[in-house]
């Protein structure tokens, strides 16, 4: 069955940095379309980057250079380095999977989350 664990959430000041990872299993991780979503208090859950088994990667206007999403594939791995951080991109992250193509904020699978939060 698909796993999907998220870490390296934290707190920090505005300006900074932070390093998301997901670890997968149960699946061919390097055939599935894989991306990291995020949910505010009070908003609607958003799609932050995507990234297709092809490497070809995709970001919201609003992270755009400032977010790169990669992965591992001989590690099962997903990350997102986060970088220049506002309070804006506070929220829960997650991490997530979907066998299909072209996917962006809607995935068939997804992680618990891990909680970001940027104080200005």
């Known amino acids: 069955q698909v796993q999907l664990v998220e870490s390296g959430g934290g707190a920090v000041q505005a300006g900074g940095s932070l390093r998301l990872a997901c670890a997968a299993s149960?699946?061919?991780?390097?055939?599935?379309?894989m991306g990291w979503l995020r949910q505010a208090p009070g908003k609607e859950r958003e799609g932050v980057a995507s990234?297709?088994?092809?490497?070809?990667?995709r970001y919201a206007n609003s992270v755009k250079g400032r977010f790169t999403i990669s992965k591992d594939n001989a590690k099962n791995t997903l990350y997102l380095q986060m970088n220049n951080l506002k309070p804006e991109d506070s929220g829960i992250y997650y991490c997530?999977?979907?066998?299909?193509?072209?996917?962006?904020?809607?995935?068939?699978?997804r992680g618990q989350g891990t909680q970001v939060s940027v104080s200005s």
């Open positions: 990234i297709e088994r092809t490497g070809t990667t």
């Open positions: 997530a999977a979907d066998p299909r193509t072209g996917r962006f904020t809607t995935f068939t699978y």
């Open positions: 149960g699946y061919t991780f390097s055939s599935y379309c």
